[in-house]
């Protein structure tokens, strides 16, 4: 498995923006897709956004869509997601993972994921 640390997160308030990063130790990374997902307090965690590696197709959440995107960089192993008009249902720990598999949405076709970064939206 491949070690992802995450970066990032915090509080902010409705309207703001944040970038996460997320980057592998690994000096050589290849995986298919690195995803997004976050859960908040008391619900199930959820897909929120993902990029193909070798390609650099996203795909984004209809909840997110508009408002977030998600970038690469190969040489450094690290992928960001960007969020803007942030609101408070967007309040949840965030994960990035990475997986072998082009089934974006899907957790359990994931295999590393990173320790998760908490973003906080007041209203």
């Known amino acids: 498995q491949v070690e992802l640390v995450q970066s990032g997160g915090g509080l902010v308030q409705t309207g703001g923006s944040l970038r996460l990063s997320c980057a592998a130790s690994?000096?050589?990374?290849?995986?298919?897709?690195l995803g997004w997902f976050r859960q908040a307090l008391g619900k199930e965690r959820e897909f929120v956004a993902a990029?193909?590696?070798?390609?650099?197709?996203?795909y984004l959440a209809d909840s997110v869509k508009g408002r977030f995107s998600v970038s690469k960089d190969n040489a450094n192993n690290t992928a960001w997601l960007q969020m803007s008009s942030l609101q408070p249902a967007d309040t949840a720990i965030y994960y990035c993972?990475?997986?072998?598999?082009?089934?974006?949405?899907?957790?359990?076709?994931?295999?590393?994921w990173g320790q998760g970064t908490q973003v906080t939206v007041s209203s």
């Open positions: 990029i193909i590696w070798h390609t650099g197709k996203q």
């Open positions: 690994e000096r050589t990374f290849s995986p298919y897709t």
């Open positions: 993972a990475t997986s072998s598999y082009g089934i974006v949405n899907a957790e359990e076709h994931y295999q590393s």
